[in-house]
């Protein structure tokens, strides 16, 4: 079982930046890939980013490719999602995700195991 904190959400202006975390806690020396999802009022929960965890390689939803950085602190056994110039469409609830598959595309919310409980993100216009 691995237990998922986020943290870091709030009241953002579009263009400014915010750094989200998330601690992970439990059996975090079980090998996890990692993900970050969002989920707008009315709207399907969507796919953020991605990062391996046996290469540290990472990809990302359209939409925020080349503003948004995925890292990972092991020695805190925390990720990060740094957002930079943020829109007001990025207004969403942002969750982590672990999953300990190793098939799949890993951009469904349904391949992964573990959840964290979310942080809300509004950026202003």
């Known amino acids: 079982q691995v237990q998922l904190v986020e943290s870091g959400g709030g009241l953002v202006q579009a263009g400014d930046s915010l750094r989200l975390s998330c601690a992970a806690s439990?059996?975090?020396?079980?090998?996890?890939?990692m993900g970050w999802f969002r989920q707008a009022p009315g709207k399907e929960r969507e796919f953020v980013a991605f990062r391996n965890w046996r290469d540290g390689s990472t990809f990302y939803g359209d939409y925020v490719k080349g503003r948004f950085t995925f890292s990972r602190d092991n020695a805190k056994n925390t990720v990060y999602l740094q957002m930079n110039s943020p829109k007001p469409e990025d207004t969403a609830v942002y969750y982590c995700?672990?999953?300990?598959?190793?098939?799949?595309?890993?951009?469904?919310?349904?391949?992964?195991?573990?959840w964290g409980q979310g942080t809300q993100v509004t950026v202003s216009s």
């Open positions: 439990g059996r975090t020396s079980s090998p996890y890939h």
């Open positions: 995700a672990a999953t300990s598959r190793s098939d799949g595309n890993m951009i469904s919310w349904s391949e992964y195991n573990y």
